[in-house]
């Protein structure tokens, strides 16, 4: 009597594993492959397709009328001897570390108030959230007349009411910047201290109850437990908020156009002036492929220098 040995099992796994196309087609695999597709094609169309076009079109010449001229690394070598980028780098990297300082932890402030608050949070979670309803555009010309800079004006009254003022706001050099980050601060507060709040409802409410036994303050709570819960979304938020401060640009257009002398002109006004103003659409994209390839490499740098940070 023949005795049959069995396949290794090796053998049979690697059968068991081995691709059949017919039987992924008829398990609907290709049906899952057709619906996926025009939903790729429209994304990587409307997504990547302008990224691509922006990249050709900075080594273009154009006013998007003409035809287009080639001219290689003109736009920019242009650009970057331009003697007003310097000025417009600065005053981004200042609007940034303003926000930065000053105005990145009102939501962490806010959102830890509320959320020891306990009672009414509803209605503390709407009035905070309030301001990012308004409109940009209506909220930015009403903060305009509340920086009239007479002593009539709307925050110069109520400042002059302690001894205060009048300050010029908007009309001087070394305030504007300040003023326009004040406002920043005012607009998103209110929608990044939600997310803070959404995520302190993650953290164990037996870390605040073994710390109230233990007589730990509310001061300590948030020293001990509440900041440390939130490294990761902290870490998140601030990088975020890096990269949109280096993108300001409705702030600035509308409450004073870049000036006064250029003290609130930034990289996207720029962009906006090459653009639209001198009708050099190449140099205005080469610019901004030069700040997107900076920030990039900021990101890149952030996320190897916090990554340590945010494990421990």
Do not use: C
Not at 42 to 64: A, D, E, R
Not at 105 to 116: D, G, T
Not at 186 to 203: D, P, Q, R
Not at 300 to 309: D, G, I
């Amino acid at each position: 009597m023949t005795k049959t040995l069995d396949a290794p099992p090796a053998a049979t796994a690697r059968r068991r594993k081995r691709f059949n196309l017919t039987r992924w087609a008829q398990g609907g695999g290709l049906h899952a492959v057709l619906f996926a597709v025009p939903v790729v094609l429209v994304y990587v169309y409307f997504s990547w397709g302008p990224v691509i076009q922006g990249l050709i079109l900075s080594f273009q010449k154009t006013n998007l009328v003409q035809p287009a001229e080639w001219v290689g690394w003109s736009n920019f070598t242009y650009v970057l001897a331009d003697p007003g980028l310097v000025q417009a780098s600065l005053n981004t990297g200042y609007f940034a570390l303003l926000a930065l300082v000053f105005g990145f932890p009102v939501p962490i402030i806010l959102a830890v108030l509320i959320n020891e608050l306990r009672k009414y949070d509803t209605l503390y979670n709407a009035l905070a959230y309030l301001p990012a309803i308004v409109p940009p555009v209506a909220a930015i010309l009403l903060w305009k007349f509340f920086y009239d800079p007479d002593a009539a004006g709307m925050f110069n009254t109520a400042l002059g009411w302690i001894g205060l003022g009048p300050f010029p706001w908007l009309n001087a050099e070394n305030s504007a910047m300040s003023s326009i980050v004040l406002y920043a601060t005012w607009a998103g507060a209110g929608s990044t201290a939600i997310i803070y709040i959404a995520a302190l409802a993650t953290v164990r409410t037996e870390l605040y109850e073994a710390a109230e036994i233990d007589g730990a303050g509310i001061w300590r709570r948030i020293w001990h437990i509440t900041l440390p819960q939130l490294r990761n979304v902290i870490f998140v938020m601030m990088l975020l908020q890096i990269i949109g401060t280096f993108q300001i640009f409705t702030e600035p257009y509308l409450f004073t156009g870049g000036g006064p002398n250029n003290a609130t002109q930034t990289i996207l006004l720029k962009i906006y002036n090459y653009a639209f103003v001198n009708g050099d659409f190449g140099a205005a994209t080469a610019l901004s492929v030069l700040l997107a390839a900076f920030l990039g490499l900021l990101s890149v740098a952030y996320y190897f220098v916090t990554k340590r940070w945010s494990t421990t």
